[in-house]
T-cell receptor, first 115, second 117 residues
Framework: AQTVTQSQPEMSVQEAETVTLSCTYD???????LFWYKQPPSRQMILVIRQEAYKQQNATENRFSVNFQKAAKSFSLKISDSQLGDAAMYFC????????????FGTGTSLTVIP | EAGVAQSPRYKIIEKRQSVAFWCNPISGHATLYWYQQILGQGPKLLIQFQNNGVVDDSQLPKDRFSAERLKGVDSTLKIQPAKLEDSAVYLC???????????????FGPGTRLTVT
């Protein structure tokens, strides 16, 4: 089974600054999808950004962007101009393009935004 | 479109009691997932349905957990009997695999927070 590792249990960032959350994964597959999900306290998990492995260009969604390094199996999330509403748990997830549509999640990074 | 619905939102039971959770996925979504999320951890897949068939239930503790998805729409997850370690948030998610826009994305419900005392 694929594994997803988030090595930073907690991160903090000053409001308006930039922060990068790390994620690595282990797979032998050539085609897959990667996701970052945000889970605010006691609230619903929502998709932040996704990346298709066959695309070389890094995905960007407004203040959120990724650094996808396929050879290194690394998928970091950069949040620019951090806002108080960005405070949440962030989960990295992997989904195979071939088998069963199952998602594998990391253990999460808790992001605190300091006013 | 309406999102994934779950009920109840909160449930407190004593150990050895039984409990059931309900999930209604987004209309037209063929794939439905049940996850267990223990405090401070990432979601762990319990069972995955494709329409009304089970795709993966390898991590479902089948001696006490059961799930069904009648008619390929709504789903129910049951725990009987509950243990203290079952205290967690139970998340339901759905996906429009294999076709459709954003077919590789899953949409989550608000979850059911279960406390076993």
């Amino acid at each position: 089974a694929q594994t997803v590792t988030q090595s930073q249990p907690e991160m903090s960032v000053q409001e308006a600054e930039t922060v990068t959350l790390s994620c690595t994964y282990d797979t032998s597959e050539s085609d897959y999808y990667l996701f970052w999900y945000k889970q605010p306290p006691s609230r619903q998990m929502i998709l932040v950004i996704r990346q298709e492995a066959y695309k070389q260009q890094n995905a960007t969604e407004n203040r959120f962007s990724v650094n996808f390094q396929k050879a290194a199996k690394s998928f970091s999330l950069k949040i620019s101009d951090s806002q108080l509403g960005d405070a949440a748990m962030y989960f990295c997830a992997y989904r195979s393009a071939f088998t069963g549509n199952q998602f594998y999640f990391g253990t999460g990074t808790s992001l605190t935004v300091i006013p | 479109e309406a999102g994934v619905a779950q009920s109840p939102r909160y449930k407190i039971i004593e150990k050895r009691q039984s409990v059931a959770f309900w999930c209604n996925p987004i209309s037209g979504h063929a794939t439905l997932y049940w996850y267990q999320q223990i405090l401070g951890q990432g979601p762990k897949l319990l069972i995955q349905f494709q329409n009304n068939g089970v795709v993966d239930d390898s991590q479902l503790p089948k001696d006490r957990f059961s799930a069904e998805r009648l008619k390929g729409v709504d789903s129910t997850l049951k725990i009987q009997p509950a243990k203290l370690e079952d205290s967690a948030v139970y998340l339901c998610a759905s996906s429009s695999f294999p076709s459709g826009q954003n077919s590789y994305e899953q949409y989550f419900g608000p979850g059911t927070r279960l406390t076993v005392t």
